[in-house]
């Protein structure tokens, strides 16, 4: 079975600063996607940003990048230059297979701070 | 571009009794996902059609949850009788086509509350 395992219930940040969400996995899978989804406070889920594992390269999305340590089964999230509207629930999610079952962990909650 | 649609927002029922949530996917996706959200926990999918035919049931409690999706589009999510622990977000998800590595984009979710 999959598991995704974010151990930091929570977190906060001061604008301006970086900061950084862990995620691990659990797979024997060796083809899959990687995923952070956003919840804002009482909005939608919106993606973030995603990661092929047989790329190599990481993914990056403007202030969002993330470091994937495939042999280690590792995601971590990059927030640069953080700002308040980046106040959100961060989940990362797990995909393989041809049912594009995603499997969440259970979310970091940030608090982007002045 | 609309996003997914749901409804109600908000539903507060007793336990034992029924419960039904709607959804819209966006426009032209083929795949329909419904996700049951237990308060300090990630999403866990309950279950996913491609157009109207079931991909994966295997986590919907069967002899409580239903779900159908006619005519390929809209989809409902019924629950009867409503136990406490049913008190969750309930979020519909779409995606294009259902290739594996396709994006999912959610809707805004259910709040359920059994009491």
């Known amino acids: 079975a999959q598991t995704v395992t974010q151990s930091q219930p929570e977190m906060s940040v001061q604008e301006a600063e970086t900061v950084t969400l862990s995620c691990t996995y659990d797979?024997?899978?060796?083809?899959?996607?990687l995923f952070w989804y956003k919840q804002p406070p009482s909005r939608q889920m919106i993606l973030v940003i995603r990661?092929?594992?047989?790329?190599?390269q990481n993914a990056t999305e403007n202030r969002f990048s993330v470091n994937f340590q495939k042999a280690a089964k590792s995601f971590s999230l990059k927030i640069s230059d953080s700002q308040l509207g980046d106040t959100a629930m961060y989940f990362c999610?797990?995909?393989?297979?041809?049912?594009?079952?995603?499997?969440f962990g259970t979310g970091t909650r940030l608090q982007v701070t002045l | 571009e609309a996003g997914v649609a749901q409804s109600p927002r908000y539903k507060i029922i007793e336990k034992r009794q029924s419960v039904a949530f709607w959804c819209n996917p966006i426009?032209?996706?083929?795949?329909l996902y419904w996700y049951q959200q237990i308060l300090g926990q990630g999403p866990k999918l309950l279950i996913q059609?491609?157009?109207?035919?079931?991909?994966?049931d295997s986590q919907l409690p069967k002899d409580r949850f239903s779900a159908e999706r006619l005519k390929g589009v809209d989809s409902t999510l019924k629950i009867q009788p409503a136990k406490l622990e049913d008190s969750a977000v309930y979020l519909c998800?779409?995606?294009?086509?259902?290739?594996?590595?396709?994006?999912?984009?959610f809707g805004p979710g259910t709040r359920l509350l059994v009491l």
């Open positions: 797979t024997s899978e060796s083809n899959y996607y």
């Open positions: 998800a779409s995606s294009l086509g259902g290739l594996w590595r396709e994006t999912q984009y």
């Open positions: 059609f491609q157009n109207n035919g079931v991909v994966d």
């Open positions: 999610a797990f995909m393989y297979g041809t049912a594009s079952k995603l499997t």
């Open positions: 990661q092929e594992a047989y790329k190599q």
């Open positions: 426009s032209g996706h083929a795949t």
